[in-house]
């Protein structure tokens, strides 16, 4: 089957022609949406009426291997029973909207800041896999940075600063910036990982910057240092030039590599809107494919 990929951005992110991905299954397709990833970094495929169990097993056969510790087990219950399937949503186990003050509100808040998913697990999260089943009627974006657009415009002396250096990443050190508060306990679980700045991805050799609100530090550097280079490189990363805004349509499933971008949710009336998404990530391991 030939897929068409109309860009988006000048420099990621494309929109795929009419396909339904619930019957693709061959690899000679799955391949072409690889390689269109490798490419863009951000896919919007739409009118794409998944069921949770066909958009897990799709992600399955697209990437393999599917993540289940992207975070949120620790503050909040899986509303679907499935910790590979994470609800992206303002709704509490009922489907009653989140009060402004609920613990589970004040942890999803996290998102609306610049991430990539699971960074601060090893392995971390490779591709994502986001279909919008209920959006409001107001805007309620997702934003998404390109993080080898960002590399590439770096300048020399940077790029010769940053090569080789490693990163801390933490969800408790994110959601404290943010004045949320881990207990002893939950801490325990949330230890982090440790991963390099500069990404090389292993088909197309391209490099990205791989950042994210949950780097906490630069491994062997002072904390003050570290913290300064993290946010120069993130401010530099999401200037409006690199940043593809996405208005989600009901249906939408938009694929992007965790490696390669940041995002981030954009503020709406949450008190007052629904707005009721469904993620799947991928492990990013080397795993066999079919
Ligand atoms: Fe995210």
Redesign the pocket.
Known sequence: MALTFRKLHPHFAAEAGAVDLRGVADRETLDEIRAAMDEHAVLVFRDQPFADDEQLEFARRFDGVLHTRTGAAVVKRNRFGNEALTDISNLDEGGALLKADDRRRAYSLG?RLW?T?ASFQDPPGRYSMLSAKVVPPVAADTEFADMRSAYDALDDDTRRKIDGLRAHHSIAYSRQTLGFEFSAEEQEKLKGAVHPLVRTNPRSRRRSLYLASHASRIIDWPVPEGRLLLRDLIEHATQPRFVYRHPWRVGDLVIWDNRATM?RGRPFDDASHRRELRRVTTLDIEAPRG
Do not use: R
Request: hydrophobic share 0%; aromatic share 0%; no cysteine.
């Open positions: 998102n991430h998913d995002h």
